[in-house]
């Protein structure tokens, strides 16, 4: 297994390299440079023209890549262009929210998506089949910018339970905690969806096999046909989607941490993105897409675990 | 340097330690995704601005809650003298004045130093505000003497605390360098300590204050961008003072809620439409004349809100030094326009093309602007970039219509330069904001700048709106009020009326119960 | 859609399945209504989606306006009626391409392995190292904001996870008896793959696809809130949604309206996609 790692590891490589070749060169074809955030937008052209050189942009493309990569090969991210504070830094003080509220949303996801996938399937057409249908799609159709701020309406303005800025940087866990629940149900609520349709799914078609027929016929107990066996099915395309997901959160959140006000990595990207901080927007592409190659490979390795037929190649 | 910047965070912790336990804080939300700079050289957006101005003091000020330059009052300097030629200017400075942190006394070196930075283009925006300086010298520890190559409407407006008249370190500008922008050191009442990004501003109280320590402890300026996520908040009582909407339902909305004050500020930002002359089928004055009588500044103003937009009197915003409150605009008259239209042989209706940014406010305002078009046929077509993009593109000459929304300082003489002289033009290399590339008042304007004679330039000043206006440079939409709201537990200190730094000043004397 | 052609093959009694609980029925009337609403809306919409009326301002729903009216005075019903037609085509045409190019790639990888796999799964895991918001973000920014690009955005971040779905669940299927005994009987690849391999693994395609193409439209309105959308004055969901947001406290229902809009071709797509999933099932219950 720990060959198995390295190995996808080392194939993370080019994948990376990729990444970050596509980023250096998309960034580079919008319009605008980053002059303007950080000058104002009535400084002189001259003044521009000095920053930039001061900043190294006017030196051709081609060397500011070869610079680029070189940096990153000895694992140093750089400085912002517009702070000109270290990358690493600012990467390190969103990371913690950004792991906890992703790992929230996806904990909500499955422990309210799979119970509620396994038990729509079996009273198909149900009340409660019905129910986990609707819910899920209603978790899909408000965009999640309006959920939040029902949300936080509802339980942050009425009922006062959650903060409406859930900034949170408090040492105190309690605090965090409360500041955390309302963004990981907003982001959580999609994963819900997910979850449930593809275990409802799987479920469905778990239990009209045939191995699930003749445990029933030999009077195994429904609890554990269903929760043993059946889902034991179901696992693999429920971490797919969950793995799959993952990925996405992290640059999905961007809009929860908006609405929260939550310091995160998807809204350190947008804001990179916007002011045009290439060198920012760089690091913090190193950062996701690291963070989605783990992502893959625990999935790839969950697979081995959830169902012993897919061998680990 | 770091170990300058490390024994400066230390003393501000040790000395904010002991107070910790009865904090007021006051917390601020700003409709805005980050910061732009606390550089005053270089602050010109609305989520800088108020923020510059409890940092900083000039060697006047404008009285807190006003916008007057009538009513400008001392601050750094506590008298001064003119030669009776108004060419000579000496400013004795107060003495023991303390720069936050520990970066010392402020010396008659700091003013010179911080006077000769806004002058250079290199390192400030407001460079041409003070091409009229020939001199600035320390004649000694606590005095300045400034000598102009030729009278000014105002000096006294180039040194007050706004804009390039703010007094920085010259000490913590040359240590920190580029790091300055972001870690601005002044005199005012607070001081700045902590920055994240896309989250907050932190601020806290600069005990040394020359007025006195301050009665707020610490300051939490919050970057919320989201409109909803912002009045949730201040309706929760997690912020007390909040950037509003410029929206009238809005204003409504919390004009009923209890606890809370709307305030909404002068002076205006103009809204305006800068017309590119040299581009087809603009580049026909009877194109753009058809444009300026499609537009329905009463209705713009009823789509804005009657509490939160005025009805524009000229190119140059109300009540600056030199606005001609009774310009000749073109009157809204459709079937004028579009008698216009077919006069110019384009009676099928006429394409124009608008780079426009997606940022909300602006955007609205320009979807009125194509409907009203629409009715004298005239197809606005918005390409809508995002923010930077419009910036980079407005300046590379891409745009037809170019939607502007400003507020310079108060003297006509800004506006008129950065917007409509032939020296300002874009892609020009002292390009400023001219996307018109209007040039039919450059006479005027240069002459006003150095006329002596405060009646004969105002009919400079007049004639130059009159000509841009009849050469449709531009047309004006709207002024938009800044608007905010804060709780009554609030106390500003002092009388808000005006906010010439585009929010409220908070003070020595503001309180929080 | 492409599920079409293996269902009539895969079980004569699909249909009757299918509408087994009436869900399929439901389905198919709701998108058929939807689509016609979006077709005639010339017809069908009260208003000019675009005309202006400052009197009107944010107005509460009324019997004039049944959805109530927007910022700018204009009938949000209207506006949801017209905006069916650009959502519906953009939610569409970028699912599909996303189902048709994600799947048949994802099964190829699957089934052949090795270094097709292995150069498959590399560009899938390139494309899918960008969270796929900010690849729309940066998409869209580079190539400007209009229909064809947004769409073109919102189908490249769902071909990669189409092909990894379809992937996944063509490597499960590999390992079963029956694909084995299909090799034995000499079955050519292309024959296994789309006959044996893709109507087994079409459920979790179409539950998939159903509930992208909401994505689709909600990315839209997703990446018009942080970024860019279609220009005004044209009407889209996403675009009302996102306009309403502005106004949330002041008028919540510009926003809940077209939200619910897109909850109802919701429904109506997933009672389709579990219809159609019953009929490809071959193993669905009697």
Known sequence: ?313 | ?513 | MSAAAPVSLAAPSAWSRATRSGGLIIGLVLVVALVAVAALAPWVAPYDPDAQDVVNRLGDPSAAHWFGTDEFGRDVLSRVIWGARISLFVGFVATMAGVVIGTVIGIVSGYYGGWIDRVITACTDVLLSFPQLIMGLILVAVLGPNLQNLILAIAVTAVPAFVRVARGSTLAMKERDFVDACRALGYGDLRIMFLHVLPNILDEVVVMASLWLATAIRTESTLAFIGLGVPPPTATWGGIVREGFDNLLDAPWMSVFPSLAILAVMIALNLIGDGLRDATDPRAPQ
């Open chain 2, 1 to 513: 340097m770091t170990r300058h910047l490390a024994a400066f965070t230390a003393a501000l912790f040790l000395s904010a330690a002991p107070a910790a336990l009865a904090q007021t804080t006051l917390n601020v939300g700003m409709a805005a995704a980050d910061v732009g700079q606390l550089d005053p050289h270089r602050a010109t957006t609305t989520q800088d601005k108020p923020v510059v101005a409890w940092i900083f003091n000039g060697l006047v000020r404008f009285a807190p809650g006003s916008a007057s330059l009538e009513g400008l009052e001392p601050d750094l300097a506590e008298k001064w003298e003119s030669s009776p030629d108004k060419l000579t200017w000496t400013f004795t400075l107060r003495k023991g004045v303390k720069f936050h942190g520990n970066w010392g006394e402020l010396t008659a070196d700091d003013v010179v130093f911080s006077l000769r930075r806004a002058g250079d283009s290199k390192s400030s925006s407001f460079a041409a505000d003070y091409a009229a300086f020939e001199s600035i010298e320390a004649v000694d520890a606590s005095t300045v003497r400034i000598k102009l190559k030729q009278a000014i409407p105002s000096l006294l407006g180039l040194v007050t605390n706004y804009h390039g008249g703010n007094i920085v370190s010259r000490k913590a500008v040359e240590a920190l360098g580029a790091d300055f922008r972001l870690k601005p050191v002044g005199t005012g009442p607070f001081s700045f300590t902590e920055y994240k990004p896309n989250e907050s501003i932190t601020l806290a109280a600069h005990k040394g204050y020359f007025r006195g320590a301050p009665k707020i402890d610490r300051i939490v300026y919050r970057f919320i961008p989201a409109d909803s996520a912002r009045d949730l908040a201040f309706t929760s009582g997690e912020l007390d003072l909040i950037y509003g909407r410029q929206d009238q339902k809005w204003a409504e909305r919390f004009k009923k809620e209890p606890g809370v004050v709307v305030d909404v500020l002068r002076p205006s930002e103009l809204s305006v439409i800068h017309l590119n002359t040299t581009m087809k089928p603009l580049d026909d004055k009877r194109v753009r004349q058809a444009i300026a009588h499609a537009i329905n500044r009463p209705q713009m103003v009823a789509f804005k809100g009657e509490l939160t937009a005025d009805l524009p009197s000229s190119v140059v915003p109300n009540g600056y030094l030199g606005t001609d409150d009774k310009a000749p605009l073109l009157a809204y008259d459709v079937a004028k326009a579009k008698a216009l239209l077919k006069e110019a042989g384009l009676e099928g209706g006429v394409t124009v093309k608008s780079v426009q940014t997606s940022l909300p406010t602006m955007l609205n305002s320009m979807q009125i602007v194509q409907s009203q078009l629409k009715q004298a046929g005239v197809d606005l077509q918005l390409e809508v970039v995002d923010h930077q993009t419009f910036h980079a593109n407005i300046r590379k000459n891409l745009s037809g219509v170019t939607y502007y929304s400003a507020a310079r300082f108060p003297i006509a003489d800004v506006y008129l330069t950065q917007f409509f002289h032939s020296s300002s033009i874009v892609q020009t290399p002292t390009a400023v904001t001219n996307f018109s590339h209007c040039k039919v008042a450059d006479a005027e304007i240069t002459a006003a700048r150095s006329e002596p004679d405060p009646v004969k330039q105002k009919a400079l000043w007049k004639t130059a709106q009159t000509k841009i206006i009849e050469e449709v440079c531009a047309v004006p939409l709207f002024e938009q009020l800044q608007v905010w709201a804060h709780k009554t537990n609030l106390d500003f200190g002092y009388k808000l009326t005006d906010a010439i730094h585009l929010g409220p000043v908070i003070t020595e004397l503001t309180t929080k119960k």
């Open chain 1, 1 to 313: 297994m720990l060959l198995f790692v390295a190995k996808r590891l080392l194939l993370a490589i080019p994948t990376l390299w990729a990444v970050l070749t596509l980023v250096f060169v998309l960034v580079r074809v919008v319009p605008g440079d980053p002059t303007i955030v950080i000058l104002g937008d009535q400084a002189s052209p001259a003044a521009r023209a000095a920053l930039r050189e001061r900043l190294g942009l006017d030196r051709p493309l081609i060397v500011q890549y070869g610079e680029f990569m070189g940096q990153i090969v000895q694992g140093d991210l750089g400085r912002s262009l517009v702070t000109n504070r270290p990358i690493t830094t600012d990467v390190w003080a969103v990371l913690p929210f950004t792991i906890e509220l992703t790992l929230a949303a996806l904990f909500i996801g499955v422990a309210v998506g799979v119970p509620l996938g396994v038990a729509a399937a079996q009273r198909r057409d149900g009340f409660v089949d019905w129910f986990a249908r609707l819910f899920s799609l209603a978790g899909l159709s408000f965009p999640a910018f309006v959920s939040g701020i029902l949300l936080l309406i509802a339980f942050a303005v009425q009922l006062r339970w959650f903060p409406v800025i859930s900034t949170a940087n408090a040492a105190d866990p309690l605090d965090r905690i409360r500041a955390l629940v309302l963004p990981a149900v907003n982001l959580g609520l999609i994963m819900v969806a997910y979850v449930t349709r593809v275990t409802r799914s799987g479920m469905l078609k778990a239990l009209g096999e045939d191995y699930i027929r003749t445990a029933r016929a030999k009077g195994m107990p429904h609890a554990t046909v269903v929760w043993r066996h059946a889902l034991r099915n179901v696992l693999v395309p429920i971490v797919t989607v969950v793995g799959l997901y993952l990925g996405v959160l992290i640059g999905n959140a961007v809009v929860t941490e908006i609405v929260f006000n939550r310091p995160g990595l998807g809204k350190l990207i947008v804001t990179a993105l916007n002011q045009r901080d290439y060198a920012l927007l760089q690091g913090l592409m190193v950062v996701s897409a690291f963070a989605i190659v783990v992502a893959n490979i625990l999935t790839d390795l969950t697979y081995g675990l959830v169902d012993p037929r897919v061998k680990t190649q």
